[in-house]
């Protein structure tokens, strides 16, 4: 069949292997062209077949599913993973996108849901589980309301602190006994990651968010 998806199915339960493979093959134009139990045998295979989509689990024995999908998405980009698991909590979800996982669905999904998947990531449609997607939301909004001083290091912050007190470079290399130069570089980047423009405007953050003793 000309227009035949190639797909590969990647879960150490054998019994999830043959289920999905049982309701893919209802498809006409689904071909399984190869099954994997674990995540370091599938790069192997994925390099192997080049399958249009993977079925990927995240929690495998070996190689996960998300080390998994970062090794094949660097010599196979085009292929489309699509993430079957039951996790969603932050540990798991971020990664795998980050990792380029194209879709993400939960082992509750029905076969149509799995079906509909596949044919959309053909399409470069990508689904995401809704109690994912929330997920993702809740963490976007948690990342938006955050500190931008919660991204310094424990020796930016030191630093910012002596700043707010109104100490000059000399001042806080000596304090806290390191070399001028360093404290130059540290005052640069607090700078960047407050987004501000200078040491007084660094000092009325420090003073403004409680950091000053």
Do not use: C, W
Not at 9 to 25: E, F, N, S
Not at 38 to 46: P, R
Not at 81 to 86: A, E, K, R, W, Y
Not at 145 to 174: D, M, Y
């Amino acid at each position: 069949m000309a227009n035949e998806i190639k797909m590969m199915i990647v879960d150490d339960h054998d019994m999830v292997r043959k289920g999905l493979k049982a309701y893919l093959l209802t498809e006409p134009d689904f071909q399984i062209i190869g099954e994997s139990a674990n995540g370091k045998e599938a790069v192997s295979l994925a390099n192997q077949l080049h399958p249009d989509v993977i079925l990927m689990d995240l929690i495998m024995p070996e190689m996960t599913g998300i080390e998994a999908t970062k090794e094949i998405m660097t010599t196979l980009p085009k292929t489309k993973i699509i993430i079957i698991t039951s996790f969603y909590d932050d540990e798991q979800i971020f990664p795998a996108i980050e990792a380029g996982a194209f879709s993400y669905l939960l082992k509750t999904a029905s076969a149509d849901e799995i079906i509909e998947t596949i044919r959309k990531a053909i399409q470069d449609e990508s689904v995401i589980e809704q109690k994912v997607a929330q997920k993702m939301m809740n963490q976007l909004r948690s990342k938006q309301k955050k500190p931008l001083h919660e991204e310094l290091t424990k020796r930016e912050k030191e630093v910012l602190l002596l700043i707010g007190e109104g100490k000059t470079n000399s001042q806080i290399a000596e304090e806290l006994f390191i070399g001028l130069k360093t404290v130059k570089t540290h005052v640069s980047n607090i700078l960047g990651k407050l987004d501000v423009h200078d040491r007084t405007q660094a000092a009325v953050y420090a003073i403004r968010n409680g950091m000053v003793r």
